[in-house]
T-cell receptor, first 113, second 115 residues
Framework: AQSVTQLGSHVSVSEGALVLLRCNYS??????LFWYVQYPNQGLQLLLK??????LVKGINGFEAEFKKSETSFHLTKPSAHMSDAAEYFC???????????FGTGTRLQVFP | NAGVTQTPKFRVLKTGQSMTLLCAQD?????MYWYRQDPGMGLRLIHY???????AKGEVPDGYNVSRLKKQNFLLGLESAAPSQTSVYFC??????????????FGPGTRLTVL
C-alpha cells in the first residue's frame, strides 16, 4: 500500500538558513508526489508536484524538491528561509487507488529572526 | 473563480446535536473529498465522491454521512455529534483529465467543536 513518512514533526531554522523537510514514500506503482503548505488558519495549497520527467521540481515561493527513486525520497528544500515560510508542510502520494491521496502527518516549520 | 468554499467557518455543537457542512466548488471538478485534520495525525479521509450521485467511504467514515446531489456541492452530515468529532474539516476537489494526477484543491476549512 502507498504511504508517506515525514521525518520530524517540527523543524526550526533561522531566517536565511537552508530549509530541508524530509519525505519518504512507499509505492507499489510509479508515484505521483506532492508537497502542500498550510498557513495558519487556512486550507492546504499546492507547493509543487512530481509526476513524470525531470526529477528536480520547482514550486512556488522558491521551494523545490528532488525525486530520488533509489532512496524513495522526495525532500523539500529552500536555500534561504523567510519569516513568511512559517507554516505546516504536508507530503502526499497518489495511492494505487488513484481516487485518493495519502498524506503524511505534516512538519511544522518555524523560522526565527 | 471562488475555487472551493466551505460553510460555515466555525461551529460549536453540543453532544448529540446534528449539523451539515457544505462544500461548493466552481471548477467543474468531478471528484470531491472530505477530510478531518487533527494534531499529529495529518489529514484523514472521511468520505469522497467520484461524481454526482456517488459517494464512497474513506479511512474514518463512522459517524458521518455525505451526499452529492449536485456536481458542484458535497455535503457532510453529523447526525449525532460526539466530542471525538471536534476537529478541523477540509473539503477538496480534483479534476479528471488525460493526465490524471489527482492534484487536489482545498477549501479554507471548518473548525468544529463538540462540547
Amino acid at each position: 500500500a502507498q504511504s508517506v513518512t515525514q521525518l520530524g514533526s517540527h523543524v526550526s531554522v533561522s531566517e536565511g538558513a537552508l530549509v530541508l523537510l524530509r519525505c519518504n514514500y512507499s509505492s507499489s506503482v510509479p508515484p505521483y508526489l506532492f508537497w502542500y503548505v498550510q498557513y495558519p488558519n487556512q486550507g492546504l495549497q499546492l507547493l509543487l508536484k512530481y509526476t513524470t520527467g525531470a526529477t528536480l521540481v520547482k514550486g512556488i515561493n522558491g521551494f523545490e524538491a528532488e525525486f530520488k527513486k533509489s532512496e524513495t525520497s522526495f525532500h523539500l528544500t529552500k536555500p534561504s528561509a523567510h519569516m513568511s515560510d512559517a507554516a505546516e508542510y504536508f507530503c502526499a502520494v497518489r495511492g494505487a487507488d488513484t481516487d485518493k491521496l495519502i498524506f503524511g502527518t505534516g512538519t511544522r516549520l518555524q523560522v526565527f529572526p | 473563480n471562488a475555487g472551493v468554499t466551505q460553510t460555515p467557518k466555525f461551529r460549536v455543537l453540543k453532544t448529540g446535536q446534528s449539523m451539515t457542512l457544505l462544500c461548493a466548488q466552481d471548477m467543474n471538478h468531478e471528484y470531491m473529498y472530505w477530510y478531518r485534520q487533527d494534531p499529529g495525525m495529518g489529514l484523514r479521509l472521511i468520505h469522497y465522491s467520484v461524481g454526482e450521485g456517488t459517494t464512497a467511504k474513506g479511512e474514518v467514515p463512522d459517524g458521518y454521512n455525505v451526499s452529492r446531489l449536485k456536481k458542484q456541492n458535497f455535503l457532510l452530515g453529523l447526525e449525532s455529534a460526539a466530542p471525538s468529532q471536534t476537529s478541523v474539516y477540509f473539503c477538496a476537489s480534483s479534476y479528471i483529465g488525460s493526465t490524471y494526477y489527482n492534484e487536489q484543491f482545498f477549501g479554507p476549512g471548518t473548525r468544529l467543536t463538540v462540547l
